[in-house]
């Protein structure tokens, strides 16, 4: 029960994340990149007694939140094209 306890995730947080490369690499954690990963998102040392699930858990959501916005879909792209050029012809007084 102990150990079915330590093991047990202490956050209801979950972030899932996207590689942009399918066959990337692993990299090897150690404690001088979660350090960086820390001061780079502007945690607290403090922060470094968590339990690493909960710390994970931070790092993850600075990462997203500070991640840049992924364009829409082709579609969207493509229906934002077609309303803009509905737009200028409509300015225009063209058929296109």
Not at 19 to 38: A, D, F, G, P, R
Request: charged fraction near 30%; hydrophobic fraction near 35%.
């Amino acid at each position: 029960e102990v150990i079915e306890y330590i093991n047990k995730k202490k956050t209801a947080t979950t972030v899932t994340f996207f590689s942009k490369q399918l066959n990337s690499k692993q990299e090897t954690i150690t404690s001088e990149l979660v350090y960086y990963w820390m001061f780079s998102a502007g945690i607290a040392i403090e922060c470094e007694k968590w339990p690493l699930d909960r710390l994970f858990a931070l790092i993850k959501i600075f990462g997203a939140k500070n991640a840049p916005k992924q364009k829409g879909t082709s579609r969207e792209y493509k229906k934002m094209q077609s309303d803009l050029n509905a737009k200028r012809r409509a300015a225009l007084h063209s058929k296109g």
